[in-house]
């Protein structure tokens, strides 16, 4: 074998999906050694596996369930003797690439903590976009020059890079998530994880602007939390600083009579030296909070002041010196310091007893896996997960950590590495886990409103989780817009739109709750209001994956086929291909459009068939499109829901009684 060549490694069970990645492989155009064709009557089993592993230049290990549950497997030699290699190998060499074809968890893995040194990718049932062949091919073919430099390349190459330093960044979600925001098409659900900001830069969206249910200037009574700076020694204390913010602002929301700006509105500031007035115009907020941490061994420093953002003066600052057990009662006390010199009533709405902090180690990883889902890419949200369960395990009252957790189950089956019959159930789990501690959890209520709508397919149970969510109240940005998706798939338009509009109120700076309003606007036919949203999410992240899609979509149903290719050309995430398969069919370019039709087929058929049928359907092919269709209603694709009725493009389907008929098997309300 060449030594360019490809180890795949697997438990016998999963020969099926190791099957799929090999055929993707090898139609890439790399060597691949695979056991159930290289194999041949009369080789020394063991001589030959332990000389092609000796001789590979890349070692692909699956994991799954069926590896996990497997105590004893020839798979486990070979990872042993991978490992064995690697000790002969520079740091920098690449060599173990962990794949996970379902959606066994990181931290649960049963492998060698070698494989924990390196970043994780998922391919569901083994299913291979053309990312990761290209991914393989620069690991087999690394640029001479990266390591030396430090650049991404190398990082990437890395051995020994550790899942939790792969920074992408505020949406860094995400180079695959930002395929799930695209390629789901607005089911707004990478949107319940707190990005920290927005890749790509921020582009000035006034707050004037962007607050479409309020006034234009800063009301009298509006707050914004700034990330608090990382003072502490040896700086390794931003997550404690981002936690500290963050669970102020929380505390701040359940103030009557006070409007907070959404967190991934006033955390796109961090690390900006921008004058704090223009700051307060831009979120549209009156007053500002910022301060600094910093932590000793087990003492906590906190200092924290209130900025009038109109005059730039301080009104209100304290400092705070703690043993680290008492950062909660710390929080209150800065919360309520803030209230105070606003002349505001710090008794809640919802008040409850404050909780006492049960484990310091499971508020650490609490704040580590909050810190690790803002990163937003798959290996970070794989590894905000198992910190989360680190903190239930050691703290299982905690209800921060609980809804957290729900929310990084969501965000991994969101992402389209997924399928949501493998994702739904532990993600619906950890909802009513977070339930049970609190009842009010409108997160958690939306959360189990969507899988009842697009897993279980139980309209009632939905429209009562929707009532559920709505009764708490909520000003969490996040929840409403999830919530608005709820009431949509429900048929509640109006007020669907109605808290979508309260949550870019609250959050006027988060371009993932403009491009829901754009989405949510496109599908109700108001295609100029859908227009505004989206441009105004690239203003506030020019390379947001998925608006140039839905944009392009826009000039599609206008008949402006140009505009609609360029727009569809600048799209960078994996929805490219299901825009250009559309706009080259309706430019007359039909090879061009099976192209891209064939590439979306191969990276999507597992995930999100319903894409698939879109594009049939828009080609006027009604059965190929109905084939998919029956896919996506039992796949439980995830934009089903809002799509199957609404999307334009499948309007020449609705008469078919084929249509009805899925429509029946989906226990529609109406039927």
């Not at 089993?45 to 497997?73: K, M, P, V, Y």
Request: proline fraction near 4%; hydrophobic fraction near 40%.
């Amino acid at each position: 074998m060449a030594s360019s060549a490809v180890f795949l490694s697997y438990a016998s069970e999963d020969a099926e999906a190791a099957r799929r990645i090999c055929d993707s492989l090898r139609a890439g155009g790399i060597e691949v050694w695979f056991d159930q064709s290289e194999l041949r009557g009369g080789d020394a089993w063991d001589r030959q596996i332990r000389r092609q592993i000796h001789d590979c230049a890349l070692f692909i290990a699956l994991i799954s369930a069926n590896s996990n549950a497997r105590n004893e497997g020839y798979f486990r030699r070979e990872w042993r003797l991978a490992v064995e290699r690697t000790h002969d190998m520079a740091d920098d060499t690449p060599f173990i690439l962990p794949v996970v074809i379902d959606g066994t968890v990181e931290g649960s893995a049963r492998v060698p903590e070698q494989f924990r040194d390196v970043q994780w990718t998922r391919l569901p049932e083994g299913s291979a976009p053309s990312s990761f062949i290209e991914r393989v091919r620069r690991l087999l073919s690394p640029e001479p020059s990266s390591a030396a430099s430090g650049t991404p390349a190398a990082a990437e190459r890395s051995t020994a890079l550790p899942s939790s330093s792969a920074k992408t960044g505020a949406r860094g979600y995400w180079p695959l998530i930002l395929l799930g925001v695209a390629i789901l098409a607005a089911a707004g659900y990478f949107a319940l994880v707190h990005r920290a900001g927005v890749a790509g830069g921020f582009a000035q969206v006034s707050g004037a602007e962007a607050q479409k249910a309020g006034p234009g200037t800063a009301q009298q009574k509006s707050i914004a939390v700034l990330p608090f700076a990382d003072m502490s020694e040896k700086k390794d204390q931003e997550y404690f600083a981002d936690g500290m913010a963050e669970e102020i602002l929380d505390l701040l929301t359940k103030v009557p009579g006070l409007r907070v700006i959404g967190r991934t509105s006033s955390f796109q500031f961090k690390a900006r030296n921008e004058d704090l007035r223009s700051i307060g115009e831009k979120l549209g907020a009156a007053y500002l909070v910022e301060g600094s941490v910093r932590k000793a061994g087990t003492r906590v420093r906190v200092a924290a002041q209130l900025i009038d953002a109109a005059s730039g003066t301080q009104l209100w600052s304290d400092n705070y010196d703690r043993e680290f057990g008492d950062v909660l009662n710390l929080q209150d006390q800065v919360a309520s310091g803030v209230a105070r010199a606003l002349q505001l009533a710090v008794v809640a709405e919802d008040a409850r007893p404050p909780r006492a902090l049960q484990s310091t180690e499971a508020y650490t990883f609490y704040l580590k896996g909050r810190a690790a889902l803002d990163r937003g890419d798959e290996s970070s949200v794989q590894e905000s997960i198992s910190d989360l369960e680190q903190a239930l395990a050691l703290d299982p009252e905690f209800t921060r950590a609980a809804e957290a957790l729900a929310v990084a189950r969501l965000a991994m089956l969101g992402s389209s590495n997924i399928t949501g019959k493998m994702g739904w159930p532990a993600t619906a789990a950890a909802a009513r886990r977070a339930l049970q501690l609190d009842p009010r959890s409108a997160l958690a209520h939306a959360i189990l409103g969507l899988q009842h709508a697009t897993f279980d397919y139980d309209w009632p149970a939905a429209r009562a989780e929707l009532r559920a969510a709505q009764a708490v109240n909520t000003r969490d940005p996040v929840a409403l817009y999830n919530i608005s998706w709820l009431a949509f798939d429900l048929g509640d338009l109006q007020e669907a739109v109605r808290l979508q509009d309260l949550s870019i109120s609250i959050d006027p700076l988060n371009p993932d709750a403009h491009q829901n309003g754009g989405i949510i606007a496109y599908l109700m036919g108001d295609l100029d209001a859908a227009e505004r949203e989206l441009r105004a999410s690239l203003r506030i992240s020019p390379t947001f994956g998925g608006d140039h899609w839905y944009l392009g979509q826009i000039y599609l149903q206008r008949g402006d086929l140009q505009k609609a290719l360029r727009e569809m050309q600048a799209e960078t995430s994996g929805s490219r291909d299901f825009g250009l398969a559309l706009v080259y069919y309706a430019l007359g370019r039909k090879q061009e459009s099976d192209a891209a039709l064939a590439r979306l087929t191969r990276e999507f058929a597992l995930t999100t068939p319903l894409n698939i049928g879109i594009v049939h359907a828009y080609r006027g092919e009604r059965d190929q499109a109905f084939a998919w269709m029956e896919k996506a209603v039992e796949a439980r694709d995830l934009t089903i829901g809002h799509k199957f009725r609404y999307d334009p493009k499948l309007e020449p389907l609705r008469s078919d009684p084929r249509y009805k008929a899925l429509l029946k098997k989906m226990n529609w309300p109406d039927q």
